[in-house]
C-alpha cells in the first residue's frame, strides 16, 4: 500500500513498495536565509532516519522552488548520495537558476512545464502547477498514486486557478496558512507598536484560508491544523481537518 509520510514544514514523502518521492525536504539543523528561519516545530532530528529510509528504495525529490526554506542544499547533497537516489524533478522556470543548481549534484533533472502531468515510477506520479511571473517562481503539485491524492500548494499563489483546474478527487490538501516573505525583513520600533501591528495582523493572514469553495469541495482532508476556513459559513461540508498534523504523521487510505 502506497503511504503518505509529513516530515515538517513543507516536505511529504510518497513511499510505494519499490520508491520514494520527497518533496522539499528542509531538514538542516542551519535553518535557512543564513540562519534567521529555523523550522517549527524542529524536525532536524528526522533527517538522518530519511537518509536512512532511502537504503532500499528508488528515491526522487521534486522542489517546488528555489527559496532556502525548500531547496535544502545541505540535506540534498546527503539525499543524492544515497546509492538508489535516481534524480530530480522541478518546475520548468523560466529562470534556469535552479536546474543549474541541481545539475551541479551530478544527477537526472527533470523539468516539467505548467499542466504537465509526468510519471516518477509505475504507480506514483506528479503533475504541476506553475506560478512564474517576475520575482514570483513556485509551483504546487498533485501527487497520485493508486491509493491516494495529495494537492501540496505550499506557497504558491496558485488560488485564482483552483476553480479551473481539472482535479481528481483530493485525499489530502497542503496549503500555506501564513505569509511569508523571500527574505528577512526587520524593523526597529516600540514594543507597543510592534504588540499593536501583530495583534492587527494575526486575524487577517495567519488563521485562515482562502481557496475556492467549489475546490475545497474536492477534498478529503485538508492538512491545514488550526486554520479557520474562509468559506465554511458558505458551503454545507467543509474538508476534515488534520487536527493532529505532527511531523513523522503518516497517513494511508483504506
Known amino acids: 500500500m502506497n503511504k503518505l509520510y509529513f516530515y515538517g514544514h513543507n516536505c511529504f514523502v510518497a513511499e510505494s513498495a519499490a520508491a520514494l518521492l520527497i518533496i522539499d525536504p528542509w531538514l538542516t539543523p542551519q535553518g535557512a536565509f543564513f540562519g534567521s528561519w529555523h523550522q517549527f516545530p524542529d524536525n532536524t532530528h528526522l533527517r538522518q532516519p530519511l537518509v536512512e529510509k532511502t537504503a532500499d528504495k528508488d528515491t526522487y525529490v521534486y522542489l517546488t ?20 537516489f535516481r534524480g530530480f524533478f522541478i518546475p520548468a522556470f523560466h529562470d534556469p537558476y535552479l536546474r543549474e543548481q541541481l545539475e551541479a549534484y551530478g544527477k537526472s533533472v527533470t523539468e516539467v512545464a505548467d499542466t504537465h502531468k509526468q510519471a516518477v515510477t509505475d504507480d506514483i506520479g506528479i503533475q504541476v502547477f506553475v506560478s512564474d511571473v517576475g520575482v514570483n517562481h513556485d509551483s504546487a503539485v498533485l501527487v497520485t498514486t493508486p491509493d491516494f491524492t495529495l494537492l501540496n500548494q505550499n506557497d504558491c499563489k496558485i488560488f485564482d486557478r483552483l476553480q479551473t483546474i481539472e482535479l481528481p478527487r483530493i485525499n489530502y490538501y497542503s496549503v500555506q496558512f501564513s505569509g511569508a516573505t523571500w527574505h528577512p525583513v526587520c524593523f526597529r520600533m516600540p514594543d507597543e507598536d510592534k504588540r499593536r501591528i501583530s495583534e492587527k ?44 498534523l505532527r511531523t513523522s504523521s503518516s497517513w494511508s487510505i483504506s
Open 201 to 244: 495582523k494575526l486575524p487577517s493572514s495567519s488563521t485562515m484560508c482562502w481557496a475556492p469553495s467549489a475546490f475545497c469541495g474536492r477534498i478529503s482532508t485538508c492538512l491545514r491544523p488550526g486554520l479557520q476556513c474562509s468559506l465554511f459559513s458558505t458551503r454545507s461540508s467543509a474538508p476534515s481537518p488534520a487536527a493532529s
Open 65 to 84: 522552488h528555489e527559496h532556502r526554506d525548500h531547496f535544502d542544499p545541505e540535506t540534498l547533497s546527503m539525499l543524492a548520495a544515497a546509492p538508489r
